[in-house]
């Protein structure tokens, strides 16, 4: 094995990839997509979302509306009446509370008013997580007693299975960046890397590489390298654009590594399999696609057989780890089973790299 | 000193015997011709000399390196021209030299001498996709003597250029002859073959059916023969090993009827078909 050929194998193909439209698209469409989705959930960057513009119609003037008068989490904009006050939900604000007359003495007397909450379609997902969240703490408040209790979901006998999910409140934007970078090292390592070996397949350039002093194990390291290089770039501008070093951060950077290896490590084996452009181009997707299937497992309801088949997957041992440490739930001890799984994922899909390599070479 | 030496060579695929028993030997800077038609096994037994193929049977020995045993050792002594232009299309000419210098671990003082050397120093900073085909070619070229190979393979060096670009790699290929490279040519053009090499093998079907200078092969396998152009008109072909052509063209040159005398040697062209049955472009 010579570096000097692997690191001239790697340094040509990361300067060729940025000419290379497939290549490109691999590594901006993730970015893209985190893009997107700040559009499209709002501002879901941190635990709280930014000042919530909310509605409300109270003629009582209410404890409630008051209280939430003095958060600096909200602007309120007051209606007299409550058809105005549903007209005014749209655009920028994202809500509407309707307080009936009474609602104080009510609650006081231990009855169970209706408070009418009233939602714009339109805001992002976050912002009308955070406002309903709101409402119910501040009603809580008012019978004089703190939110009442952080929700953790237990599949009994195992940990947490999601960590996102934990004190009551989700966290949208941490699932989305657990989506986010699973997508990202998916499409750098099963997308991109058997592109280039391909590529290098069909336009005989594979030949040329091996009457030169480079073998098929040089040849194969090099690209795993390029992976490598583009997968951490694409994190560290993802983990920028997202605040991904909350929680527990050296092991979601573990998790990410072994992750990476992982998806390079079978990029290189289909690759070493795939003949031409449009191969790839198909499997990549069905690939892609079951490797992301175990980052759904935070919002989506999930039968408990999917669920096993989500173990069978790799990713799902980068996930998990990765969805605990994220929110600050996770230290090494009560993760390890999972990454030594994916180490030993990462092992096996390197053997299976060099028994391909080793096979084909002449 | 030979620089190649084959013995008994067979590589075959799934029992098919692309290659079958060939051997012969190529001094040190000869230019030696391989020719054949398509899949007659020029190529294999080009890939199996350059170590990219395991001979089903037989030896070879390339640069003093056994081609099995000693590849490693064999790749930095051996250049390669190949038939496709197996460039990276997406850098510039001298990026493409940069890369193959690092793999061989050269000076990069040895890419603007490459790109000299094949008259490319001007363009080196274009990408290859504002190369014609004989630029690539050159390039190709460039790059397989990046390294100062003493053997350099070319597998149909000017298929598919226009004839001035041809003699252009012609010419370079004689010169580098001429600095001491042994060169392995393959080819389908014969006058390529004659105007190059000093000696030329035909392969058909995996075998060797003939191997000389082009000088003896087309002595051996034609005729030896004049065409008498007449100063009445019409002209004539006289054989020069029958006796009585041979009192005929006296006869002719004394009554002043010859108007040109021209050889009428055999074409290697002709004498391949003549050995094998096959034209070499069918």
Redesign the interface.
Known sequence: MNWRIILAIARKDIVDAFNNRYVLFAILMPILMSLLFRLAFGNVDSDRIGRLNVAVHDPGNSRLVAALRNSSDVNLSQFGDLADMRAAVKGSIVGGLAVPAGFDDALQKGEQPEVAVYLNPRSGGGERATFRLLVTEQVWAQVNQPFPARITLVDAGTAPVSGLMSGGEFRLDLYLLVMLLVMALSMTGVFAVPLLLVEEKEKNTLQALLVSPAGPIEVALGKALTGLFYSALIVGILAVLNRGWVGNWPVSALAVLLGALFMVALGLLMGGIFRTTMQVNTWSSIVMLALLMPSWLTVLPVPRALETVFRLIPSFYMVEPLQLALAGEASLAKVWVNLMILAGCVAVAFAAVVWTLRREDR | MNVIEVENLTRAFNGLRAVDGISFTVGEGEIFGFLGPNGAGKTTTIRVL?????PTAGKARVAGCDVVRER?EL??R?G?V?E?Q??????SGR?NLA??A????VDGQRINEALEQVGLRERGKDRLQHYSNGMKQRLLIA?ALLHRPSVLFLDEPTRGLDPTMAREIRGLVADLARQGVTIFLTTHYMEEADQLCSRVAFINQGKIVALDTPARLKMIHGDRCVRVMLAGGGSLSLSLDDATDGRRLGELAAAGQVLTLHSAEATLEEVFIRLTGRRLVE
Request: a positive charge; aromatic letters at 16%; glycine letters at 8%.
């Open positions: 350059t170590g990219q193929l395991r490693e790749k930095p051996i390669v190949f496709q197996n460039l990276y299309e997406r850098l990026e890369f193959s690092r793999l061989y671990g790059r």
